[in-house]
């Protein structure tokens, strides 16, 4: 299966940028729920979130699968307009479909 797909560091640094984010957004909203408590955290909210390799390779597979269907989807919409261009209003009236059947 030599087909191409996302780069598996990409999607790690992707993935990493929103874990990230979301704990300073989870760290935030705690800390101005309780005030502010001393001593150390170790609780599993606080870990670093990481895929494995395997669950990598699979998250590139499905992004790949996810973008080409639309792609083709998309370029079906565009076909039967006499378009011969994909314009994102093709990719917004394929959307809804997609992702249900994703």
């Known amino acids: 299966m030599e087909e191409n797909t996302f780069d598996p560091e990409l999607i790690r640094t992707i993935f990493r ?3 990230e984010r979301r704990g300073a957004e989870r760290e935030k909203n705690q ?7 001393v001593g ?3 609780s599993k909210r606080s ?8 669950a990598l390779k699979l998250s590139c597979e499905l992004l790949r699968v996810f973008v080409t269907e639309a792609i083709q989807r ?7 307009e006499g378009n011969h261009i994909i314009e994102a209003s093709h990719l917004e009236r394929i959307l809804p479909q ?3 059947d994703f």
């Open 17 to 19: 940028l929103v874990w």
């Open 47 to 54: 870990r670093l979130t990481s895929a494995n390799a395997n």
């Open 31 to 37: 800390f101005s729920e309780t005030e502010a408590e």
């Open 98 to 100: 997609l992702l249900l």
């Open 74 to 80: 998309a370029a079906t919409m565009a076909e039967a």
């Open 40 to 42: 150390p955290s170790t």
